[in-house]
């Protein structure tokens, strides 16, 4: 069985710039959710994808955005950075109405 | 709204001693809760949950948590902290508004196991 990966590990961006952070499920894990995790917080909940759609979301701007493919894998994407958007960003994945949910080792994204 | 509080910052303990790092909650209905820990540079690690059942739930390396409905408490124990312990503990309650899973999280307590 494979875990949750994501990559890339380590990643440093400019102002305004874009960024695309990947995810790969755990095997026959249905559902991935992102959360942000800001130096020194826990975990804040981005937004939950489920059969390629968005189906939550928390309290974070249109410019976050993401994608799930056929293959339950995902994609992150935030547009015109900003220095706060510095943080460790997290995957996890779970089955539909799972209870656990199971996370990777997540991507550093640092904005200068 | 669902929320999980983590009141010490940081905790130290001598290696062999118990240790105990706390988390309250607050939610509406039956509560989920989750322990995690997170070691430098790492994700997350699942430890254990409370759904139902005894109030006692043992999990991975020799953690258990006390579920206590009265004091909306669910602390992680340990008999005997070793130093390999060290590492960041996060307490979180699932919240399903909107119909979807997600988790919420403390702000984490640090523990320090010494020597």
């Known amino acids: 069985e494979t875990g949750v990966t994501q990559s890339p590990t380590h990643l440093i961006k400019t102002r305004g710039q874009q960024v695309t952070l990947r995810c790969s499920s755990q095997?026959?894990?249905?559902?991935v959710s992102w959360y942000q995790q800001a130096l020194g917080q826990g975990p804040q909940f981005i937004f939950q994808?489920?059969?390629?759609?968005?189906?939550g979301r928390g309290n974070f701007p249109p410019r976050f955005s993401g994608l799930q493919f056929p293959n339950y894998s995902s994609e992150l994407n935030v547009n015109a950075l900003e220095l706060d958007d510095s943080a460790l960003y997290l995957c996890?994945?779970?089955?539909?109405?799972?209870?656990?949910?199971?996370f990777g080792p997540g991507t550093r994204l640092t904005v200068t | 709204a669902q929320s999980v509080a983590q009141p010490e910052d940081q905790v130290n303990v001598a290696e062999g001693n118990p240790l105990t790092v706390k988390c309250t909650y607050s939610?509406?209905?039956?509560?989920?809760l989750f322990w995690y820990v997170q070691y430098p540079n790492r994700g997350l690690q699942f430890l254990l949950k409370y759904i139902t059942g005894d109030n006692l739930v043992k999990g991975s390396y020799g953690f258990e948590a006390e579920f206590n409905k009265s004091q909306t408490s669910f602390h992680l124990k340990k008999p005997s902290a070793l130093v390999s312990d060290s590492a960041l503990y996060f307490c979180a309650v699932r919240d399903m508004t909107g119909g979807y899973n997600k988790l919420i999280f403390g702000a984490g307590t640090r523990l320090a196991v010494h020597p």
């Open positions: 095997s026959g894990h249905n559902t």
């Open positions: 939610v509406s209905g039956n509560p989920y």
């Open positions: 994808y489920y059969r390629e759609e968005e189906n």
């Open positions: 996890a994945s779970s089955l539909v109405g799972g209870v656990e949910q199971y």
